[in-house]
């Protein structure tokens, strides 16, 4: 095993963290994307990197202001994926040698069906254009059903809602649903959780039971979110 320039509560634990969000091309000049800058998985790659551990980041449409807070670390290697499709193929080739796997990325739900070679024109479309979109594959629960003895898989959850008691609630039905050992579940809105330096998450681990609040600066955070796994995988062995 390759062994770690840094030392640190995760010293030779490999991490696989995906970032950023997923467009999905509608034609040659456009695309579906979503609000995530990518902050906050970076700032997981930076602080796991700084605690010893070598990281594969998986970074989907992140500005470079952005990625160069892990552009010069020794121990994080970029992965640049566009698209949901993308993504799952380079979590899949990546997935085998990690420890521990963080999907931090807002994936793409939905990909357009049959992306047109060329740009769509109005002179074409009309008025009203119909997009008709196909499901993507579900990244997370791929590599839950895959997942190894030992590793430990760690999901996201970006919620709207009223109150800490409703997104706790949206936060436990997902985690369920998903299998994953973790759930990092941040609370998100017009003027809540994207494009800002602060987050808040709530982690929340197989069972519902709220392990950790981690808030602060999305390093900050990341950090709390990187205790709770250091916690899950001593419990563990
Ligand atoms: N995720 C994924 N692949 C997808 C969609 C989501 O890996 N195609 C991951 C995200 O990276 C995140 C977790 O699944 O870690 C939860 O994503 P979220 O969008 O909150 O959950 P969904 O199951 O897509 O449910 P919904 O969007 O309906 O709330
Ligand atoms: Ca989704």
Redesign the pocket.
């Known amino acids: 095993a390759r062994t770690s320039l840094t030392s640190g509560d995760l010293a030779g634990v490999k991490l696989l963290v995906?970032a950023g969000g997923?467009r999905e091309p509608i034609d040659p000049v456009r695309f579906i994307g979503n609000r995530s800058s990518g902050r906050q998985g970076v700032a997981l790659a930076a602080a796991a990197a700084a605690r010893g551990a070598d990281v594969v980041l998986l970074a989907a449409n992140i500005e470079d202001a952005i990625l160069s807070e892990v552009s010069d670390c020794a121990n994080v290697r970029i992965d640049r994926t566009g698209t949901?499709t993308e993504?799952?193929a380079a979590?899949n080739r990546e997935a085998d040698d990690a420890d521990v796997i963080?999907?931090?990325?807002?994936?793409?739900?939905y990909r357009v069906a049959g992306v047109r070679d060329t740009k769509m024109r109005k002179e074409d479309t009309g008025t009203q254009v119909t997009l008709t979109l196909t499901?993507?594959?579900?990244?997370?629960?791929?590599?839950v059903h895959r997942r190894r003895p030992g590793q430990l898989v760690?999901?996201?959850?970006?919620?709207t809602a009223e109150n800490q008691q409703a997104l706790l609630a949206?936060g436990r039905q997902?985690l369920a649903?998903?299998g994953?050992d973790l759930?990092?579940v941040n609370a998100v809105g017009w003027s809540e959780g994207f494009e800002t330096t602060e987050n808040t998450l709530y982690v929340l681990a197989v069972g519902g039971e709220l392990v950790a609040t981690a808030s602060g600066s999305k390093r900050e955070a990341a950090d709390g979110l990187l205790d709770a796994i250091v916690a899950a995988r001593q419990a563990r062995s």
């Open positions: 995906s997923t949901a993504m799952d979590a963080v999907m931090a990325a807002a994936v793409s739900d499901e993507n594959p579900d990244i997370l629960a791929g590599l760690v999901g996201f959850a970006a919620e949206l997902k649903r998903k994953a759930l990092a």
